[in-house]
């Protein structure tokens, strides 16, 4: 396979710009059925602009560990998004790795955040890193195995396989097991991304944060490599679920035609998927912290239903 | 050849230094250029490709009839000699200004003779050619351990968990010997070879047995869980650089047997060890990595993680176990292959970590988590490389440990496909539990990286800390070279385990594993699943411009100055309002407390109401299940039983007498 250098800039440019948008369309609509006006959809734009600008105030505890965290977690979740099919059937580096460097790719970015977190020796910071750490630990092996599902009917780990895998016959849309491993997917969904009932990624009460009391130190353009390597994140993971297990739209062949059409199908996705996290965001309450676990373990559970029903129904 | 050069150097380095006291240079100079002649030994034969004949020879003249002493060297032995060899070179490196510490108050010439013996009979183990030669090396082993453990023996501690040590080892060498006797008793020749293949020859039963046997002796010494008690205990007490060694090395020597037994002596294999095996495997991995959660003695911490990582090996070989029994070699070698790569990746980093570990140890004086802190600022070397083995161990990309793990978890899926029965279930839950385990590990990692290095420093030893002398620095910079090596260039590594595969599974792989030019590593086909380690550091270093010239366009202008951290308006923050290890862990030990069943004991001393609390003391307390559930009910059971005898040892001779003429009687009688 030789590398394709439009695709993969045009991929990591879309990567940058889709996901605020994204940010701000959710932010738009939760305040919209709040019965709030809310800020335009442009205005992660406004903020990354601002953050960049500001000056930057570092503790004086924080070691050479600090500053790593937000490269890490920027490059890492781009990374992670060049592996994932978004508009072609082809991911533009998906030969470089597959599910599980993408996986890996979001826990480097996270074990350094949380390392970030607990190094200007605040307590916030160490609570919302121990808190992340621990979620995180249980909502991935659900979502690897939800991916092992997939990976498993498709007969690679590779996401573009899966994907084109996807396109042969003799493949079911989301036949039972596939169905299973997808709302399993959602719940880690709603967890990495911080999500309510999980997190609120609206709060700064001290005592409900997770993922935002790690980020309480950093300022400037660290708080907006951060802040934009989250949204990146969320994207990838929408992205992932929407690409994966909905197959439609890609496009497999290079014209400007079927890439056209790979992009209105993506962001009709996404924006559905968008919508669905808005009501489930509007229609819940954020659960107490060892509540969570409980909700990740039927995440877990579904994964390996999910599992064995492969096993059935083969 | 250079391995008897590396015997000799050992053994040089052994006479040499019972003499001069002050001269730890000679031995553990003498032990790293071994080390290093080792490692090239190794690596001239796995390179030379799977045709290299296994070389052979006698150690020793015979001297006494019947017993030979004869090595060789073939793809398992060079592969588990070279993961000795460069973990032994580096140890001893480190060694150099390690051993510095215990001059004047500790002989480190007997130290320096230990440290070497220990390598030369493990290096023994991994070239025996004969059951005699192989249990006299295993045996030696268990003695020199000992030796090494104890060496600080003025702590009750230290001498307690020697005499664990001493007591798990040898019951395992009393099983190892069992099993070798079955096997003799069928074949009746002591050498190696007549053993290749013997389990055609035996029966059904008698085999099985074999392997149950094997796999309790060796499971000891690898650690799996239940049988692992000695490790956590041992590693802790013993001085770091021995930790680094047993943790590395001596461990694996269980692995390097279950492995030889397995699939050469008793092979092929039926459903049920595989599974065993895989099972055992994953347990060990899971609880590992949860016991190892709730320590904050950071050296017992590595100690349990340990045992995680030996369970993920076990899931290699296990996976491979399955494979032969069903009949796909090329699978059972992708596994074997998985395996294998990540004892030396555990050796790398495992290593890397116990030697930070000591370091650490040496400039705080503590073992406790909870005393440490701000050491990120105070020892940055040493932090740097600990963080290494940290990213490595917790098998996050691009470094060694997630090779390993990747090849583990395609081995695991593959093996879904290969046959009908109910357990292939087994191999998605394995990874399932394998995912778990590494997520975990790496909540544990940031605590212990986090709360070790970072922050403010938690007591006045953690503030007065130095950074390491420098050939500690060496040891450890030689170990994060080999996990970045192994972490990058997967494809030429799997090239060096052509010989091992052929020999146990008579299938060379290699060249299936690497598709762009040796850029790939791919899991037997392009299309089963791909990952490339160095493309990805490659992508991150290419993005970097991106924030690189959003700063120059918007950034470059703003200042960046340092404050105190936000305090909630509060006179400045004291260490004592930082996050504690045993904070950290918290919610993990919550989440799992079924297993754990903490016991906690709050006293609260108050003059009016129990909300103003004067003086509040707390404590938390968390027993292995095992050692509560299965050690002590088994000790004090024995200690019964062996009451019980003492009646028999009255001290009288009339009745010592009578005991002899009542066997003689008993013989007798036999004989008629």
Known sequence: MSLDLPLILAQTALLLLLALLLSGLIRKWKALLQNRRGPPVWQPFLDLHKFFRKDMVISEHASWVFPLAPYLVFLTSLSAGLLVPMVAAQAPLGLFGGALALVGLLALGRFFLALGGLDPASAFGGMGSSREMTLSAIAEPAMMLAIFTLAISAGSTNLSQIVLASQEPGWKFLDPSHALAFIAMFIVLLAETGRIPVDNPATHLELTMIHEAMLLEYSGRYLALIEWGASIKQLVLMTLLANIFFPVGLAVKTTTATFGLGLLYLAGKLIVLAGIVVVVEMTNAKLRLFRVPDLLSVAFMLAMLALVSTFLFR | MSLCGYAAGAAGGLLFMRREKWAAAFSFGAAALSGLSGLLAALLFLGSGAAAPSWQGELLPTLIPYIKFSVRLDGLGAFFLMVASLLGCAVSIYSLDYAKGFFGRKNVGVFGAFFNALLLVTTLTFVANTIWLFLIAWELMALTGYCLISFEHEQPETRQAGVLFFIMSHIDTGFIILGFLLLFQVSGDFSFD??????????????????????????????????????????????????????????????????????????????????????????????????????????????????????????????????????????????????????????????????????????????????????????????????????????????????????????????????ESLWRLVFPLGGAMLALTGALAAVCFVKAFGITFLAQPRSE?????????????????????????????????????DPLTQQLTGRQISGQLSVANGLVLASLTEKAGTVSTPVLVLMGLCLLPIPFVLWLALARKTKTRRGPTWDCGQRGLTPQMEYTATGFSKPVRMIFKALFRPRRDTQRDYDFSPYFATNVRFESHIEEVFVQRLYRPLRILIVRVSRRIRALQAGSIHAYLLYIFITLLLLLIFAL
């Open chain 2, 194 to 419: 007549s053993l290749h293949g013997l389990g055609a020859k035996m029966s059904a039963g008698k085999r099985d047995a074999a392997f149950a046997l094997f796999l309790l002796g060796f499971g000891i010494k690898a650690g799996i869980v239940p049988l692992h008690i000695w490790l956590p205990a041992a590693h802790p007490v013993a001085p770091s650089n021995v930790s680094a060694l047993m943790s590395g090395v001596l461990i694996k020597t269980g692995i390097y047997g279950l492995t030889l037994v397995c699939f050469e002596f008793l092979g092929p294999p039926p459903l049920w060890w595989g599974v065993t095996v895989l099972v055992a495997g994953t347990v060990s991995a899971v609880l590992g990595v949860l016991y190892a959660l709730m320590e904050h003695d950071l050296k017992r911490l590595l100690a349990y993680h340990s045992i995680e990582n030996i369970g993920i090996i076990l899931m290699g070989l296990g996976a491979s176990l399955v494979f032969l029994h069903e009949g796909h070699p090329v699978l059972a070698a992708l596994s074997l292959i998985a395996g294998m790569y990540h004892t030396i990746n555990h050796a790398a980093f495992k290593g890397l970590l116990f030697l930070g570990a000591g370091a650490v140890v040496r400039s705080t004086h503590t073992r406790n988590m909870e005393e440490m802190g701000g050491l990120a600022k105070r020892m940055p070397d040493t932090a740097f490389y600990f963080l290494i083995g940290a990213v490595a161990i917790s098998a996050l990309p691009p470094l060694n440990g997630f090779v390993s793990e990747w090849i583990t978890y395609q081995a695991l899926l593959q093996g879904f496909g290969t046959s």
């Open chain 2, 461 to 497: 030893a953690a503030r007065n800390a130095g950074e390491a002398a420098p050939s500690m620095r060496i040891g450890m910079a030689v170990l994060t070279a080999a996990c970045l090596l192994l972490g990058f260039f997967p494809t030429a590594f799997v090239r060096l385990l």
